[in-house]
């Protein structure tokens, strides 16, 4: 119950879905926990169910100052960062024929720009041999009808995440990332499409996955812990699919 006793760790996207799920675990394995979004209505309605030493900080990560205005309230709050967990993203659809350059930007801005940005932030302040964790997703890896942009970010996202394994190797800080597949999150319910779309489109995702469900964000919660904790203590570098097995057939 204390794999990550004394620990600080700052986790983006964190008042919903995979974030929360995760803020509880950390908590309840002794971290001390900066609870991070962009609703303070929904921050509000998270620090309701949480329990431990942790703060809220209202920050959008697709906007450069609240980046900064995060690692500040982090490190006043702290002193030190052992875990950053980047995990914020969003996944409005559209098809190649439609894609907006607003699009492209909020997609660029929040998933892409957002975590380089707070990784730039709390680099000074991340102790050695801490640990810097991204939320990606598979998406990269298939090609799914509609999220043209929303894979190219987290395409992105991964090749950074390479580079910045090899950059913090002196400091012994690893860098992961997380690749979920289809997730029982609210994601699904701010892609801008009709519920009756986004249920079939649920099920379609399903049948798609050997274990022939959705995950849960607590799977994933997990998974982060793992490697957040010492257990992980040798993982650097990769990119661990969470998706039932559905990137491997």
């Known amino acids: 119950m204390n794999k990550l006793k004394n620990k600080v760790a700052v986790i983006t996207g964190a008042n919903s879905g995979i ?23 929904a921050l509000d309605e998270a620090k309701k169910e949480l329990e431990g030493d942790f703060i809220t900080v209202k920050a959008d990560v697709s906007i450069p100052e609240d980046n900064i205005h995060l690692i500040k309230e982090a490190v006043k709050a702290y002193g030190t960062i052992d875990i950053l967990f980047l995990n914020a993203g969003i996944a409005p659809v559209s098809l190649t024929n439609e894609i907006t350059e607003e699009h492209y930007d909020t997609l660029f801005n929040t998933n892409v720009k957002g975590p380089i940005l707070a990784t730039k932030e709390a680099l000074g302040h991340i102790n050695d041999g801490g640990t810097i964790l991204f939320t990606n997703s598979i998406v990269h890896q298939k090609g799914f009808d509609g999220l043209g942009v929303y894979s190219a970010t987290k395409g992105a996202l991964r090749a950074y995440q ?36 986004v249920e079939e489109m649920g099920k379609g995702f399903a049948q ?5 469900r959705f995950g849960t964000s607590e799977e994933i919660a997990k998974t982060a812990l ?11 570098g990769i990119e661990l699919e969470v998706d039932g097995g559905l990137s491997q057939i």
């Open 226 to 236: 793992f490697l957040a904790s010492e257990e992980a203590s040798y993982i650097n």
């Open 19 to 41: 974030g929360l799920a995760t803020a509880k675990l950390y908590l309840k394995e002794g971290a001390k926990v900066v609870v991070s979004g962009r609703r303070q209505e």
């Open 162 to 197: 390479r580079v910045l394994t090899s950059e913090l190797k002196s400091r012994g800080i690893r860098v992961n990332s997380i690749a979920p597949g289809p997730i029982d999150t609210p994601i699904y319910d701010k892609m801008g499409l009709p519920a009756d779309v």
């Open 208 to 212: 798609q996955v050997p274990l022939g």
